[in-house]
């Protein structure tokens, strides 16, 4: 069974850091793209990040970029988003995924159960 | 950057076919997928690659592309359907964008 259990939110204040895991588990973790989505409380979804299976290729939102680094350790079977000068309006429900990618598609398969960050003073 | 737009809200009777469109420029040029989350629960994928079911989805979910729109279309709807619904698609510019979400009721 595919499971993906995030940690690390938490309240914070702005201009902080925090940093998210994501420990995965029930398949080949090194054989997957990996990605972060954030749900402001009541809003929609917005993806963060994605990352390629052996981490060389890292793509961003442009609202984060310079600010938030995704990385994965495929050992540990763990994917990460090191968060930096964190503002009010990253405030949100952080969701790690298990993607599936082709030339011309990409989406997430599996989500995690999220984790909540709170920024603010 | 790319937009996709739904309506904020949809009703349906119980037993009627529930009709969710997602819109955006030339979206049938493009692959979309719908995400289900009902409230406290994460995200589930309902339809990939425009027309695709996952594994343990009713049959009564099916998605359609054409044009400018996608449409998630539920039959037969039954009252534990009531959820958001989320539309889906990727260019290798964009990456992933999503849609703001429909929620649908069922009356």
């Known amino acids: 069974e595919v499971q993906l259990v995030e940690s690390g939110g938490g309240l914070v204040q702005p201009g902080g850091s925090l940093r998210l895991s994501c420990a995965a588990s029930?398949?080949?973790?090194?054989?997957?793209?990996m990605s972060w989505v954030r749900q402001t409380p009541g809003k929609g979804l917005e993806w963060v990040a994605y990352i390629k299976q052996d981490g060389s290729e890292k793509y961003y939102v442009d609202s984060v970029k310079g600010r938030f680094t995704i990385s994965r350790d495929n050992a540990k079977k763990s994917l990460y988003l090191q968060m930096n000068s964190l503002r009010a309006e990253d405030t949100a429900v952080y969701y790690c995924a298990r993607d599936v990618d082709s030339s011309s598609w990409y989406y997430s398969e599996y989500w995690g159960q999220g984790t909540l960050v709170t920024v603010s003073s | 950057s790319y937009d996709l737009t739904q309506p904020p809200s949809v009703s349906v009777s119980p037993g009627q076919t529930a009709s969710i469109p997602c819109s955006g420029n030339?979206?049938?040029?493009?692959?979309v997928h719908w995400y289900q989350q009902k409230p406290g629960q994460s995200p589930v994928l309902v339809i990939y690659?425009?027309?695709k079911r996952p594994s343990g989805i009713p049959e009564r979910f099916s998605g359609f592309n054409s044009g400018n729109t996608a449409t998630l279309a539920i039959s037969g709807t039954q009252a534990m359907d009531e959820a958001d619904y989320f539309c889906?698609?990727?260019?290798?510019?964009?990456?992933?964008?999503f849609g703001g979400g429909t929620k649908l009721t069922v009356l």
């Open positions: 690659q425009n027309t």
């Open positions: 029930g398949f080949t973790f090194s054989t997957y793209w």
């Open positions: 889906q698609a990727w260019d290798s510019i964009t990456h992933v964008v």
């Open positions: 030339k979206l049938g040029n493009r692959y």
